[in-house]
């Protein structure tokens, strides 16, 4: 069984921590971000120690620095999709093209989700329409 580590960082340690981690030869798995209970943005970077996990997140910002330039493109596509559902933004980031929104989406907030109960309801209507034709 994998053992995962959570430690907490300040945006002012996000570089260092990065440096040390790609210094010893550490995978960055991945980063995600996600807003908490409390509306803080959450920056989470996932690197693999040994076949374990070790986690550092980053809460409260809504500017992040990138590290793009010390973990290339397996930072950049995690920054890009990041800041293309989220209202954060990654200092020194060079961004391409939107990754998978439409080019017309406005980028105001985060991506609007279908409550599931709502999704069940419509779903159900479609199937009732079907049935009495």
Not at 1 to 18: C, G, P, R, S
Request: overall charge negative; aromatic content about 8%.
């Amino acid at each position: 069984m994998h053992k995962t580590d959570i430690t907490y960082i300040n945006k002012d340690e996000i570089v260092n921590m990065a440096g040390e981690m790609i210094n010893q030869k550490r995978r960055l798995v991945i980063m995600n971000g996600y807003v908490n209970k409390e509306g803080e943005n959450v920056i989470a970077y996932n690197f693999d120690i040994d076949g374990d996990i070790k986690t550092f997140i980053c809460k409260g910002e809504k500017v992040f620095p990138t590290i793009t330039h010390i973990y290339k493109g397996s930072a950049q596509w995690c920054e890009e999709e990041i800041c293309e559902v989220m209202e954060v933004d990654f200092e020194g980031l060079e961004k391409g093209d939107r990754l998978f929104l439409p080019d017309d989406f406005d980028g105001s907030g985060q991506i609007l989700v279908t409550p599931m109960e709502e999704l069940r309801n419509r779903n159900k209507n479609k199937d009732n329409e079907e049935e009495n034709k």
